[in-house]
């Protein structure tokens, strides 16, 4: 079983930034592709941000790209989210999670259904 867990959450102001971490416990965790996905109130969980297994490719959603970086440490067990230029429409709660499959077959994937592992999320709120 792979636990993840979420941390750097908070308020902020719009054009501000904050930096998401995401620990894993998984002992194969630098074989595992990842994904940082986030949900505002009411609506549909959405795709944010993924890096391959070994962090040499990265994807973003169209309304993050220029603004956020994701990044691992393979060594740390870690993935983070960089995220500048914070807007109000960003507030939501951001989870991470890891798809197997991805990192073993090279492939980028960014439906929800397709992560097995996700953490319990920490909450952005971008005040304006």
């Known amino acids: 079983q792979v636990q993840l867990v979420e941390s750097g959450g908070g308020l902020v102001q719009a054009g501000g930034s904050l930096r998401l971490s995401c620990a894993a416990s998984a002992r194969t965790f630098s074989s595992y592709a990842m994904g940082w996905f986030r949900q505002a109130p009411g609506k549909d969980r959405e795709f944010v941000a993924h890096i391959s297994s070994s962090g040499t490719s990265t994807y973003y959603a169209g309304s993050v790209k220029g603004r956020f970086t994701i990044s691992r440490d393979n060594a740390k067990n870690t993935v983070y989210l960089q995220m500048n230029s914070l807007k109000p429409e960003d507030t939501a709660v951001y989870y991470c999670?890891?798809?197997?499959?991805?990192?073993?077959?090279?492939?980028?994937?960014?439906?929800?259904?397709?992560?097995?592992?996700w953490g319990q999320g920490t909450q952005v709120t971008v005040s304006s």
């Open positions: 999670a890891a798809d197997p499959l991805s990192g073993l077959i090279g492939i980028p994937r960014w439906d929800p259904k397709q992560f097995d592992y």
